[in-house]
């Protein structure tokens, strides 16, 4: 049952693999030519010092636990544009009608994420090779495979989304961490196997609750505890347009997270710069970027509503309903970059703080500006983006210049 389930599975993780590479090959290409000498060496060579250093002393034990997160956040990353692959389509459906025992789904499950993770394992066993040194004993080795099996068991949580599990991931690299900082060996054996066995805990716990229907005890509590409903305080359009972020993970968090890693950056390059002559057309660039990551994700709420126009025809909602609320919903996310760019600078007062609230408000215009390219510019949206985002640039260093 074993083998042709597996190889049923890799047919469609290979076939869906093969067409997503085929429509994605232009970022392929892309990477070959902005990465330094080889694209695919280089950061799996840096991948396997981070997987490395999650266990080498001298950390802490707040260093270790961040490099484990770290580790399970590249993990479940790398895992989420595979998730529809690891899944298996229809067909699984058809599977939970047949009498397929527990331990080969798990056996099937762990086969295909050590096939999507094949790269990975590459850089795992390279960092491997270092931790193996015979004077530091077994425990760094023992204590990686742990790190290894946390973040497979997180990349399971986003493959099956059984988010529950994530508490025993979180749980364990906190052990982990606590059992590299300890000084006893006994200790630190201890810490190692109490990490392993509340992961494991938590995720068969997780696992029985999600087969026999979850959460049907929060439902019921709910009146009885006074635990808050999200639908009360959160405006039924900012939960939609959550959930279709949330069901687009990889391109919303993409997005998102560049915008806000940007804002960083640049806050951290100006304070380098000491707030001299480059500080303002930095930030102004650093804007009109931003806006351009977050613009994108106008495409992702519009087709979102295309693909429901027919049901929401039906409804009693006003002219222009969703595209009034996608704007405001964007220009709230926008206001996280802006304010980790603008806020260190604010504190220097004086004429700074109305050029900063004033490029702040210009921003917001320049996302509202960018709807009409993305969303009718065809085609040639990329270019009309860049074009607009560029006059903006120029208009807003020739106002500041005055």
């Known amino acids: 049952m074993y083998g042709c389930l597996a190889r049923l599975r890799l047919e469609w993780y290979g076939r869906l693999g093969r067409d997503l590479l085929a429509r994605h090959w232009q970022w392929a290409l892309l990477a070959t030519l902005l990465v330094p000498g080889a694209p695919i060496v280089a950061p799996f060579l840096k991948f396997s010092v981070l997987l490395g250093a999650v266990v080498a002393p001298g950390v802490g034990m707040a260093g270790h636990a961040v490099l484990a997160v770290v580790i399970d956040l590249a993990a479940m990353l790398w895992i989420m544009p595979q998730r529809r692959a690891l899944l298996g389509g229809a067909f699984m459906d058809y599977v939970a009608t047949l009498p397929v025992g527990r331990r080969v789904r798990l056996a099937v499950e762990a086969t295909m994420l050590a096939v999507a993770n094949g790269p990975l394992l590459l ?18 080795v023992y204590c990686f495979l742990g790190v290894l099996g946390l973040a497979a068991l997180a990349q399971h949580a986003v493959v099956t989304r059984r988010l529950v599990l994530l508490v025993g991931v979180v749980v364990g690299d906190v052990l982990l961490a606590a ?19 509340g992961a494991g805990a938590v995720a068969h716990v997780g696992s029985r609750l999600a087969v026999a229907g979850g959460q049907w005890w929060l439902r019921r509590a709910r009146p009885a505890t006074g635990v808050l409903d999200r639908a009360r305080f959160v405006p039924p359009a900012l939960h939609i347009q959550g959930g279709i972020l949330a069901d687009r993970p990889v391109l919303s968090v993409f997005r998102i997270g560049a915008a806000v890693a940007l804002a960083l950056g640049v806050a ?25 990551l977050l613009a994108g994700l106008y495409r992702t709420l519009f087709d979102a509503h295309r693909a429901a126009a027919g049901y929401l025809a039906t409804l009693p909602l006003p002219p222009r309903y969703w595209p009034l609320r996608d704007t405001g919903f964007l220009m709230l996310i926008n206001l996280v970059p802006l304010a980790i760019l603008f806020r260190p600078q604010a504190r220097q007062g004086g004429a700074l703080l109305a050029v900063f609230a004033g490029l702040a408000v210009a921003g917001q215009g320049l996302l509202v500006l960018l709807r009409w390219p993305v969303l009718r510019g065809g085609r040639y949206r990329l270019m009309l983006s860049l074009l607009l985002a560029a006059g903006w640039s120029g208009a807003a260093m020739a106002a500041v210049s005055r």
């Not at 850089?123 to 760094?140: E, M």
């Open 123 to 140: 850089s795992a066993g390279l960092a491997a090779g270092r931790i193996a040194a015979p004077a530091d004993g077994p425990y760094p």
């Open 179 to 197: 059992g590299l900082g300890a000084a006893s060996p006994v200790e630190r054996w201890c810490l190692l196997a109490a990490a392993l066995v």
């Open 268 to 292: 951290r390059l100006v304070a380098l710069f000491d707030f001299d002559t480059r500080a303002v057309p930095t930030m102004i660039v650093a804007v009109a970027v931003i806006g351009l």
